[in-house]
């Protein structure tokens, strides 16, 4: 894609240069380049604007507001979801439309609208099946097991998981199973089956690491974290939060509204070791943990 661009751009063919910075942004953000992605995202959403495209204008905003979504900007993320939705109903894009509904219901969830983020993903989930779109039927069910997992709904939440993880592995999508492998392991520790736990996060960390994306990286750790301290490791449970922590303050941030899991694990895994303790492995300067010898 960087060689279609740099053609466009050396032809002074600025729609072609703005749709393929749309499509870079997409592929940058699956990888965790959210530098490149923002600047890739906002001046083809600047081309297209300035060009009167509104296609284009909607494919743009999609990455845009998922980038201000991941900082935990949640009114500016809101704000784009509804552009992008304006633009594909007054176009009749209804998969387009389903997606924006599932991001709307995405925020709805991180800002703590829990009727709000079912009543739209349960709106996106019909409209894609309306319009025969499983990939969005499936976006929407994974917003819906989130939501269900925060509840304490555990059994409708692994329901949900099992079936979209079932659909990520049949059509083969790379980055996905990353999110449902680390949603599953923190159902099962939560569950009190720390074997279960560590094995789904150790799955999700070789995907993570094969996808590329720090923040899933980062969010693998502090599943293992939390199925380590389940077991009775809290050295290696602080070791491991301490590396995530490292990873998301170089450039894969963990905003308020995802902290939740993070922090109920951080609490467990200090209030085992003490203060000091937790400190010092966190940190990488503790004693080793023989568990892990």
């Given at each position: 894609m960087t060689g279609a661009l740099a053609a466009f751009r050396?032809?002074?063919?600025?729609?072609?240069?703005?749709?393929?910075?749309?499509?870079?942004?997409?592929?940058?953000?699956?990888?965790?380049?959210?530098?490149?992605?923002?600047?890739?995202?906002?001046?083809?959403?600047?081309?297209?604007?300035?060009?009167?495209?509104?296609?284009?204008?909607?494919?743009?905003?999609?990455p845009l507001?998922?980038?201000?979504?991941?900082?935990?900007?949640?009114?500016?993320?809101?704000?784009?979801h509804e552009e992008g939705l304006r633009l594909a109903e007054e176009l009749g894009f209804w998969p387009e439309a389903a997606d924006r509904l599932s991001g709307l219901g995405r925020v709805a969830l991180l800002t703590g609208d829990a009727a709000g983020a079912d009543g739209l993903h349960r709106r996106a989930r019909a409209l894609a099946a309306e319009h025969g779109y499983p990939a969005g039927e499936v976006h929407a069910e994974i917003g819906l097991a989130l939501g269900a997992r925060r509840r304490g709904e555990f059994d409708r939440a692994e329901e949900l998981l099992?079936?979209?993880?079932?659909?990520?592995?049949?059509?083969?999508?790379?980055?996905?199973?990353?999110?449902?492998?680390?949603?599953?392991?923190?159902?099962?520790?939560?569950?009190?089956?720390?074997?279960?736990?560590?094995?789904?996060?150790?799955?999700?960390?070789?995907?993570?690491?094969?996808?590329?994306?720090?923040?899933?990286?980062?969010?693998?750790?502090?599943?293992?974290?939390?199925?380590?301290?389940?077991?009775?490791?809290?050295?290696r449970a602080a070791r491991l939060l301490g590396a995530a922590a490292r990873a998301?303050?170089?450039?894969?941030?963990?905003?308020?509204?995802?902290?939740?899991?993070?922090?109920r694990i951080t609490a467990?895994?200090?209030?085992?070791?003490?203060?000091?303790?937790f400190a010092a492995a966190f940190a990488g300067t503790g004693r080793p943990d023989p568990s892990t010898a």
């Open positions: 050396s032809g002074g063919d600025r729609w072609g240069t703005a749709a393929a910075l749309s499509t870079l942004a997409g592929q940058e953000l699956l990888r965790g380049d959210l530098a490149a992605a923002r600047r890739s995202a906002t001046e083809g959403h600047r081309m297209f604007s300035e060009l009167g495209d509104r296609w284009g204008q909607l494919r743009t905003a999609y507001a998922a980038l201000a979504a991941i900082v935990g900007d949640y009114p500016r993320a809101t704000a784009l099992r079936r979209t993880l079932d659909w990520h592995r049949g059509a083969d999508f790379g980055p996905g199973p990353a999110l449902l492998l680390a949603e599953s392991g923190f159902l099962a520790e939560q569950r009190g089956d720390a074997a279960g736990a560590l094995a789904l996060h150790r799955q999700g960390l070789a995907v993570a690491r094969r996808g590329g994306d720090p923040r899933a990286v980062a969010l693998a750790q502090e599943g293992l974290a939390g199925a380590h301290a389940a077991a009775g490791r809290p050295l998301r303050a170089a450039g894969a941030p963990l905003p308020v509204g995802e902290r939740a899991d993070t922090d467990r895994v200090r209030a085992a070791l003490g203060p000091e303790a």
